[in-house]
């Protein structure tokens, strides 16, 4: 579905690689956490994913990403958003339309499709990440969490292959990030290829397939959520605080005490095996 070889990217106004010799791919139906350090090149690679890199953001690009065997450098970013739609961190950075039905249209409707064909697209979308409620609310008024699925939905209704999402939980508390997540997962059973950046692991731990770290604009892991996140020592040296479960886990484990749980619900209840024994 994605595929990038030997990608490297240099802002105009730096001397330092953003992205060096990044080679990766993606498959349909994945769901991928994109973890890393501030700075370290995570929103850079989203931005090669759909063209805008090396399109519209000034630098120096080399490599090639391919969008379901088209090359991005060849492709227009209109072209590119119906495959790869991506969801910025702030929604107020792309919400520009008062009311959300005329939002989540915004898209179909600039792709050709006919007013019957664009409100279809709309009330699938809304639907999906249910907030077919809010279709007539005015998006001024609307909670963060609220803002972030109209956000969501306004990609989905250009049905893209690809949903990729740059900290599309930062300014939620949980229960919206759970939302968000759990619409997240639903779309991949689906097959659409999810990819996150995301500064809460508990939820990659939770619902990604695979966890990809960048260090200085290189990929430095590449494997599943437990092989990752079981490297508390590696992660730390980068900055990056994995889930609350690994670290007690970790902690246990140089203890002499060896457990298998990856998540809060798999700790109670093996501690509490442990202990009854």
């Known amino acids: 579905m994605l595929s990038l070889k030997d990608v490297s990217f240099v802002y105009t106004d730096s001397n330092v690689n953003a992205l060096e010799d990044v080679s990766l791919d993606f498959s349909k139906g994945e769901f991928i956490g994109l973890i890393g350090g501030t700075g370290h090149g995570k929103t850079t690679l989203l931005l090669c994913l759909n063209g805008l890199i090396p399109h519209f953001v000034k630098g120096t690009f080399s490599g090639s990403v391919l969008v379901d065997g088209v090359n991005t450098r060849g492709s227009s970013v209109s072209s590119l958003a119906p495959k790869v739609g991506l969801v910025f961190q702030n929604p107020d ?20 499709f006919s007013d019957k064909e664009v409100s279809e697209k709309v009330e699938e ?71 996150v950046v995301e500064h809460k692991m508990n939820f990659l731990s939770e619902y990604a397939d695979r966890i990809i770290v960048l260090n200085n604009g290189r990929v430095f892991m590449d494997d599943t959520p437990d092989k990752v996140f079981s490297s508390v020592d590696k992660l730390s040296e980068l900055g990056i605080s994995p889930p609350s479960v690994y670290k007690l886990r970790d902690g246990l484990k140089k203890e002499g005490v060896v457990f298998s749980f990856s998540s809060v619900d798999e700790a109670i209840k093996q501690l509490s095996a442990r202990l009854n024994k």
């Open 93 to 112: 950075d792309q919400i520009f339309s008062l009311e959300v039905r005329d939002e989540v249209g915004f898209g179909p409707r600039n792709l050709g």
């Open 125 to 195: 979308a809304l639907s999906l990440v249910g907030i077919t409620h809010l279709a007539d609310s005015d998006t001024s008024n609307l909670s963060a969490g609220q803002k972030q699925l109209v956000c969501i939905a306004s990609v989905l209704a250009m049905e893209p292959a690809v949903l990729v999402l740059d900290e599309p939980t930062a300014e939620l508390d949980f229960k919206s990030s759970e939302k968000v997540y759990h619409v997240l997962n639903s779309l991949r059973d689906q097959g659409t290829t999810v990819i």
